[in-house]
């Protein structure tokens, strides 16, 4: 750490030539930012790329199976297989347990419009399904009432913020008996376990994103599945690659959603620092919740039995009071989210896709009283203590 503000230092001032008392004093805290790699890095990297462009490894190769062996170690999971970008992984999943046209799928309300589209993409029908008030995620009474009202064939779980909900294993347990396939969007939830069980590994079948903003994030777009089922880890396998089954022999109608060589180098390294990353992220998950305790501002967290990734910082305030705090972060230049502003439900584009939902007007309230503060890996204690500062002076 010492060794990573002494390098920022530097690079201020040479840069903005401002007197070293400025510098300590912190003006301004982004919303996320890319750019804190641990030292060396950056040059491992390059020289990585350098020796892929030399073999002229652009896609495939063998750093991508040591990549998926890496995932497939660190979430324990028995599959563990890259694609281009976490869109495609739930449309592979979902094509992969047997989503077919006109199927009916659960998403939740609240979620990140990928889910909501990879469903549309397949040719299968959304039906949206509220979340719970008080922990952003599906429980199970909501999830059973339209399981029995809709008979689904498949449900898309979503894992959102970097935490998941209390009834994950419960919610499992019930879409097994009922016959729903459930597939679990973790494009937010990498390194996330439920009663010290691997979330992403223990799914019958889960996704993720390493869209660089991701808590781990590559180079550049990519995505992996995960899955405990064998037949279904061929199938993605033979989706993400035009349904081959042989170069020129077709068995599917699969599509193109290979990953780079690059991008598996990057996550490759990535991975060696992820629990540092997740560290960093948690200390400000718990800076804020500790810091602005009886605040209007009110943090929220999951349940003691998920092990959260510190992916979002997320707080809620009265919908009323969410505009002039807006107004003093902006005013201090503190950046800061509103995942998600708006519903699935309610987006225009939802229009003639919905087969039907769940509306108990939870997911609406949350997108009008939600707020996320800065979060991201590394980010300094001095940046925390600005964006709490900032927030108490507004209050
Ligand atoms: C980021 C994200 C996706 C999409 O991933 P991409 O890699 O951007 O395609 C899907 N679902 C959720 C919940 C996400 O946060």
């Given at each position: 750490?010492?060794q990573?503000?002494?390098t920022?230092?530097?690079?201020?001032?040479?840069?903005?030539h401002?007197?070293r008392?400025?510098i300590?004093?912190i003006?301004?805290?982004?919303?996320?930012?890319?750019?804190?790699?641990?030292?060396?890095?950056?040059?491992?990297?390059?020289?990585?790329?350098?020796s892929l462009?030399?073999?002229?490894?652009?896609?495939?190769?063998?750093?991508?199976?040591?990549?998926e062996?890496?995932?497939?170690?660190?979430?324990?999971?028995?599959?563990?297989?890259?694609?281009a970008?976490?869109?495609?992984a739930?449309q592979?999943?979902?094509?992969?347990?047997?989503v077919n046209k006109?199927?009916?799928?659960?998403v939740p309300?609240?979620t990140?419009?990928?889910?909501f589209e990879a469903?549309?993409?397949v040719?299968?029908?959304?039906?949206?399904?509220?979340?719970?008030r008080?922990t952003?995620?599906w429980?199970l009474?909501?999830?059973?009432?339209?399981?029995?009202?809709f008979?689904p064939?498949?449900?898309?779980?979503?894992?959102?913020y970097?935490?998941a909900?209390?009834?994950t294993?419960?919610?499992?347990?019930?879409a097994?008996e009922?016959?729903v396939l459930?597939?679990?969007?973790g494009?937010?939830?990498f390194g996330?376990?439920?009663?010290?069980?691997?979330?992403?590994g223990?799914a019958?079948?889960?996704?993720t994103?390493?869209y660089?903003a991701?808590?781990?994030g590559a180079?550049?777009d990519?995505?992996?599945?995960?899955?405990?089922n064998d037949?279904?880890?061929k199938?993605?396998?033979t989706?993400i690659?035009h349904?081959?089954?042989d170069?020129y022999s077709h068995?599917?109608i699969g599509w193109n959603?290979?990953?780079?060589?690059?991008?598996?180098?990057?996550?490759?390294m990535s991975?060696k620092?992820?629990?540092a990353?997740i560290?960093?992220r948690?200390?400000?998950v718990k800076f804020?919740?500790e810091?602005?305790?009886?605040?209007p501002?009110?943090?929220?967290r999951?349940t003691?039995k998920?092990?959260?990734?510190g992916y979002c910082?997320?707080?809620?305030i009265e919908p009323?009071?969410?505009?002039?705090?807006i107004?003093s972060l902006k005013k201090?230049?503190?950046g800061?989210?509103?995942i998600?502003?708006?519903?699935?439900?309610?987006?225009?584009?939802?229009?003639g896709?919905?087969?039907?939902?769940i509306?108990?007007g939870?997911a609406h309230h949350?997108?009008q009283?939600?707020?996320?503060?800065p979060?991201?890996?590394?980010?300094?204690?001095?940046e925390?203590?600005?964006?709490?500062d900032?927030?108490?002076k507004?209050?």
């Amino acid at each position: 750490m010492l060794q990573l503000a002494r390098t920022y230092w530097i690079i201020f001032s040479s840069i903005k030539h401002y007197p070293r008392e400025n510098i300590m004093s912190i003006q301004q805290v982004p919303f996320i930012t890319l750019n804190r790699f641990e030292p060396g890095f950056r040059d491992e990297f390059l020289s990585g790329v350098a020796s892929l462009f030399d073999k002229t490894q652009f896609v495939g190769g063998p750093i991508v199976g040591e990549m998926e062996a890496n995932l497939a170690a660190y979430t324990k999971s028995k599959h563990a297989i890259g694609c281009a970008n976490g869109t495609d992984a739930i449309q592979i999943a979902l094509r992969a347990v047997g989503v077919n046209k006109n199927d009916k799928v659960l998403v939740p309300d609240m979620t990140f419009w990928a889910t909501f589209e990879a469903v549309v993409n397949v040719g299968a029908n959304p039906v949206t399904v509220d979340v719970n008030r008080e922990t952003c995620h599906w429980d199970l009474a909501t999830f059973k009432q339209a399981v029995e009202q809709f008979k689904p064939k498949a449900a898309v779980m979503v894992h959102l913020y970097g935490w998941a909900s209390a009834d994950t294993l419960e919610i499992r347990k019930f879409a097994k008996e009922a016959g729903v396939l459930l597939i679990e969007d973790g494009a937010q939830c990498f390194g996330t376990e439920i009663d010290g069980q691997s979330i992403l590994g223990t799914a019958l079948i889960s996704t993720t994103s390493f869209y660089p903003a991701k808590v781990l994030g590559a180079s550049g777009d990519a995505g992996a599945i995960f899955t405990t089922n064998d037949e279904y880890a061929k199938n993605c396998r033979t989706l993400i690659n035009h349904g081959r089954t042989d170069h020129y022999s077709h068995g599917m109608i699969g599509w193109n959603s290979r990953i780079g060589a690059y991008e598996s180098l990057f996550l490759n390294m990535s991975l060696k620092h992820i629990d540092a990353r997740i560290q960093s992220r948690m200390n400000a998950v718990k800076f804020y919740e500790e810091s602005l305790k009886g605040l209007p501002l009110k943090p929220v967290r999951a349940t003691s039995k998920v092990k959260e990734n510190g992916y979002c910082a997320v707080a809620m305030i009265e919908p009323s009071l969410r505009a002039s705090l807006i107004d003093s972060l902006k005013k201090a230049n503190v950046g800061y989210g509103t995942i998600y502003p708006g519903a699935m439900s309610h987006q225009s584009g939802s229009a003639g896709h919905l087969a039907g939902k769940i509306d108990n007007g939870n997911a609406h309230h949350i997108s009008q009283a939600v707020l996320n503060l800065p979060c991201y890996a590394y980010i300094t204690q001095e940046e925390l203590q600005y964006v709490c500062d900032t927030v108490k002076k507004h209050f």
